[in-house]
């Protein structure tokens, strides 16, 4: 059976229902799922909770969920640049989990190995270890953060061969893989599809074991935003 799908709305049919948890893939404005997140939009899915490192912009990423009062909660380590989390956020509209970015993709790891905890030092004696389990190792404190088990993943690769198998570029490696692999259903977009044994196994970044559908795409080219001033006298 192909793995590849002619739209996102048509590699989404069957896996979306409210209430559900989503694992997102993207770093900054790098590597998001935007076509997948698009057909979310469009299917008016609501009260989703969304595992990202973060929420996009106001209008690019799960940004364009948030207008449109879809999402219900955020797991995320980096929540800046989006006027509109902040306001549904500071206004009670919307839930956040507040992770430190490690520790966030290591929850994404463990579920997709099968991990149900695992535990940490990072956010030992802050607000993110309240209400957490402390456990002492040789003296040091640690706490237990739970593996994230998504209903569905959707992430972005560079190329992927019909197999699934999945090249990504650069920073878009950083939450893609896990996010991908904590998914039960993965869901896929790419700029290329290659045939089978078309990609080096060395080159490969995720295997296609873990992917079920896979559409291909335009995808717009956006950059985080750059502050220049001039060099300081000596």
């Known amino acids: 059976m192909t793995k590849v799908y002619d739209a996102a709305k048509h590699a989404l049919d069957g896996l979306l229902h409210d209430g559900m948890l989503i694992a997102a893939g993207g770093f900054g404005l790098c590597g998001i799922p935007e076509l997948l997140l698009d057909a979310i939009k469009q299917a008016g899915t609501k009260d989703l909770t969304f595992a990202s490192n973060n929420a996009g912009v106001d209008d690019f990423g799960i940004g364009i969920l948030l207008q449109t009062k879809q999402v219900k909660k955020m797991i995320s380590s980096y929540v800046g640049e989006n006027a509109e989390f902040m306001r549904q956020y500071l206004s009670g509209e919307l839930e956040l989990e507040f992770n430190p970015q490690g520790t966030l993709a290591e929850r994404m790891r463990a579920g997709g190995a099968g ?41 972005k690769a560079w190329k992927a061969d019909e197999t699934g198998n999945l090249v990504f570029r650069k920073t878009a490696r950083n939450f893609n893989v896990p996010a991908a692999t904590c998914g039960k259903i993965c869901v896929v977009e790419v700029e290329e599809i290659l045939p089978a044994g078309s990609l080096d196994p060395d080159h490969i ?4 074991i873990y992917v079920h559908r896979i559409i291909k795409g335009e995808h717009e080219k956006r950059i985080e935003q750059r502050t220049v001033r001039k060099r300081e006298n000596a």
Do not use: R, W
């Open 205 to 208: 970044h995720l295997p296609g």
């Open 115 to 155: 991990i149900p905890g695992f535990y940490t030092k990072t956010g030992v004696g802050t607000v993110i270890a309240e209400g957490k389990e402390h456990k002492e190792f040789n003296g040091q404190t640690y706490i237990l953060e739970e593996g994230i088990f998504a209903d569905l993943a959707i992430v």
